[in-house]
């Protein structure tokens, strides 16, 4: 399991992209967007939306070396996370910080990682431009199950 600090997450939509050609389009669309030399990536797709988290291949690479570790498969802390009883923000304890996410539809649709809780102001932003009253404070963290 990674480390929700460690990956960025970004969802893409290819709806006016043909199906035959989504997943050339989203590596074209990752590539453009990660920061990273060498990208890890965990892709979800949902109809022509994909929901994707990157994280640094070689710094990951170099922390299974160090654990004595050949290989594994990585999943991001974030998808091992139950789905949410209702739409809407949630904040969530993770490994070393908390995760503000944004459900609609049964889809996650925004994602940010904080190193300890978010301010009211953070949380505000955070929530901007999802539509609906945004909380004025953030709740408190739902713990890792």
């Not at 590539?31 to 979800?44: D, K, L, M, N, R």
């Not at 009211?120 to 932003?125: F, L, Y």
């Not at 609906?132 to 739902?142: C, D, H, K, N, R």
């Amino acid at each position: 399991m990674l480390a929700r600090s460690r990956c960025l997450f970004r969802r893409f939509e290819l709806g006016t992209v043909p199906v035959r050609d989504r997943a050339g389009a989203l590596r074209v669309k990752i590539g453009q967007w990660t920061p990273f030399t060498a990208s890890g990536e965990y892709v979800v797709w949902r109809g022509a939306r994909a929901l994707v988290w990157v994280w640094d291949a070689e710094r990951q690479r170099q922390t299974m070396t160090e654990a004595g570790v050949r290989s594994a498969r990585i999943l991001p802390e974030t998808v091992l996370h139950p789905l949410p009883a209702a739409d809407g923000p949630r904040l969530l304890q993770s490994l070393d910080g908390v995760e503000g996410q944004y459900w609609q539809g049964g889809e996650l649709l925004d994602s940010h990682w904080w190193p300890q809780p978010p301010t009211a102001t953070a949380w505000r932003h955070f929530q901007r431009g999802h539509g609906g009253v945004a909380q004025a404070e953030p709740p408190v963290a739902e713990p890792v199950v």
